[in-house]
């Protein structure tokens, strides 16, 4: 006889289950959770937040048992005959009485099973798994903060490293993972500590290997509870913090009063995503609240919490994208963690670890090293990533075969004459504007993204097999092609929500674009569910699997329209356009035609970027980055088969290269980058515009540029702002200079800050006669801490420092290594800037030149440095002309040196 199956067994036997078995529920999910039936969701869903009785929890299980098919019921058969009721009681009371040990060692299995790596593609790409994490740079900070984020995330990648960091002030160190994590688990790790990082630098991952270190970790006294704003955000009725916590963290039900109440101090609260959190944080208004057992709405609670009102003693982390930090008074923070992102060893790290191979991983490294622009993306790990996906099916086939070939011959005669302009400097271009270059490697972010999107549609939609890839290559026009009206449809919605700051879409979105149960949904948008906790239902909600890719699909959609001669908005509109795209679009195209096709796609290309120029909070700056680099022919030649054939008649005149933007929106650019109202931030992204656009004269800028630098003494020329911003742009993109000489060139602290990111990349700094003062100490004092500090030479002669000036430049050069030569004569520093040379003197190491002339040092600053250079012996030149020294000072002075015969001192009455 045919043995009945599992899960029809208990549908027979329901009724009998959930009599005899309901109040056993709990033991019966920890040992079905233990052997894996029910997963960490199950358990919750099935327990409905608490807010039903054991029975309905019962038949929940049961729903859930028969759901998951035949093994789980089988389990669940099998465990009954063991869990006889007297076995019952017996386990009951064991497992109450089961030490706090044994509870926290189930949390900590069950958090570190929670918290596994993935990526935004739901892999780890096979990596072992020691091997997921790559370490990543931090900066840590105790003092006061001004965090001036009004930059998008993405776009101030390039400067994550080094600009950011010119907006704080106070103390600030770089670190990395491990002392994060030895700061936050400590047992004095107390108070609030903040974790800033801009999208896809890497917040989550850090806490989901911290929360694994801490599983493992048997010296660490510390108690973990992560939550994430995602989460809190679904919780709409008031809750006690009692009720919250233990509904998180059932499994810690019996110990938790205990730890709230008298082990507060070893809880580590972990607040994920302060950016995504719904509700408002009302910190003036808030009634205070000490009473975890009090009913509070969420944001209440969280207030609370930060505020110490509750629980005072526990510790808590919360993670922000940096728009974000303000959210929580700085005066609540203790602590505060910039996610610097991954330096470019750890970048080499990331992409060995990544790479199938070890030539492979090299060939990344090498060229991404190789282009600036895309070194100080991945900086981002999101990025790094991106990279590594949109170059691992090989670059060379993806880029070099995509030029059509009537489209190399279709070269102009102008376009040729054009194109000599790169060639101006050989050493430049090669850099900036070289042809090979651009034949045959992807150089512009827009090109990766565009790589990246190819990789994706090509080998990850519809899951292809290995080993087709030249195949699936050689097909790709014919591909794009067939995709293009849902990719179309994809980038509306990306558009759609970009104008809408909306990065979150429910089904309802989705069906409004055509979108549901697509291939290209399911590879560019990660699903999540939402719980509603009245219904116990769930609904899905989607993201794009990166912020930066829904900024990518919406300026291709852009400029795919433009192009097209559609208007972009149209489509975005009920029963237009995406109900029926052929024939809206040849509707629209008809339309287009009769008016002057030429000037709307002027108009609208001038439209976009006139938006990223207007909005401050720069959230479309990477969209009109992708619309610049879109509208470069050639770039377009990468997603063959998407864009209408090349060139369109009325493009022709007006695309005479295809190797740049067209003129046009060059002239729009540069008219925008030299507007008196934009501000640093925006004149940045224009430069990267700028850059996407491949614009011929960017070689030519910089050149004009060092000429009139190596002018000795500009003096009385005044450089705006803006300039200084775009100076900084283009020495990015120049590698191997190792000389600024910035000299008399009436540079103040705030033009220093627009150059900080390419600050430390030069080996000698000249910027003497600049009125930079003590503001502009701090900026050096940042660029000397960067992990990627390679000054050597400083040179601030006369540049108004004095002796606060004095004191922040050497508490940049205790934490740096590499500057051995310091001019800094003429500066007012006195004996207190002196003092401070002096406590430099006693830990440093690197220095060993030091010149001092003319600075008002008396023989007390000359007996200070006497004190210091007992215990420095590796200074080896120390000039003090012109200082108000005694005669006896001098004497002492120079007696002084001869007992130390390898240190120069030069000093005269
Ligand atoms: N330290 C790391 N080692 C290896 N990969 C990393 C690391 N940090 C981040 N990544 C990669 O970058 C992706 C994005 O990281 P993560 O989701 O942690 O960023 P985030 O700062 O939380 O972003 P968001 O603000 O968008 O939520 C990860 O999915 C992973 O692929």
Known sequence: MAVEACSVQIQKRRVELVENWSKHLDLLLDRLFEMGAVTEEDLSFIKGGGLVGERDCMRTLLDV?????????????????????????????????????????????????????????????????????????????????????????????????????????????????KDVYQCLLSASGDGVALLSGVAGSGKTTVIKRLVQEWAVDEDTQKIILPLSFRELSLITEPQSLQVLLSDHYSHLKPILPELMTSNQGQLLLILDGLDEFCFPLDFEHTHKCSDPERELSVGATVVNLIKRNLLPDISILLTSRPHAVTKVPQLLVNQFYSVLGFSPAQQQQYFERSATSSQIAAAVCGFVSFYKPLQLMCHIPAFCWIVSTALHNGVSCLFSDTAPRGAESETSASEEVEEEQYHTSSELNTVINNRHAIGSRPVTITEIYCCFFKTILLFHVGGCVEGMNLNRLQDAPRILKETKAKLRCLGALAFKGLLERRFVFDSVDLAYFSLENTDVLRAFLVESLKEDRSSLTYEKNFQFIHTSIQEFLAALYYVLESLSGSDPFTGLKPNMGLLAPTVHTQLMSVISKLRRPKVLLRRRIKKALHWGERHQSGHLDLFCRFVSGLLVPKTRFILNGLFPDEPKSYLASCVPLLYASPPFVLRLLHSQLHSPSLSPERQLNVCHCLYEAKDPGLPHRLLAWLKLLSQEGMGHCTVAYTDWS???????????????????????????????????????????????????????????????????????????????????????????????????????????????????????????????????????????????????????????????????GVRQLKEFSKIRPNLDIKVCY
């Open 65 to 177: 048992l028969q759901g998951r098919g035949e093994e789980p019921c089988q389990a669940f058969l099998f465990l009954l005959p063991k869990l006889e009721v007297s076995n019952f009681t017996r386990t009951t009371n064991l497992s109450v009485k089961a030490s706090a040990s044994d509870h926290l060692q189930r949390h900590k299995d069950i958090l570190a099973r929670q918290h596994t790596p993935g990526n935004y593609l739901g892999s780890t790409s096979g990596l072992p798994k020691a091997d997921w994490f790559t370490d990543i740079t931090f900066s840590r900070h105790t003092g006061r903060l001004v965090p001036v984020h009004f930059q998008h995330e993405t776009s101030v990648v390039g400067d994550a490293f080094r600009a950011g960091r010119a907006q704080a002030r106070g103390q600030e160190e770089t670190c990395s993972f």
């Open 726 to 888: 775009e100076l900084a742009f283009l020495l990015q993109l120049t590698p191997d200079l190792q000389v600024l000489n910035l000299d008399a060139q009436g540079l103040d602290a705030e033009g220093l800050r627009r150059l900080l990111p390419v600050l430390p990349l030069f080996s000698t700094l000249r910027l003497a006669q600049n009125a930079l003062g003590p503001e502009g100490a701090e900026v050096l004092s940042v660029a000397l801490q960067s992990p990627e500090c390679q000054i050597e030479r400083l040179w601030v002669v006369s540049t108004g420092l004095g002796c606060e000036g004095v004191r922040i430049l050497a508490e940049g050069l205790k934490k740096n290594n590499t500057v051995f030569d310091l001019r800094m004569a003429i500066n007012k520093i006195g004996d207190i800037g002196v003092a401070a040379l002096a406590e430099l003197l006693t830990t440093n190491r690197t220095l060993k030149d030091i010149r001092l002339r003319d600075n008002l040092v008396t023989d007390t600053g000359a007996e200070l440095l006497k004190a210091a250079l007992m215990e420095n012996t590796t200074l080896e030149c120390l000039w003090l002309f012109d200082n108000k020294f005694s005669k006896e």
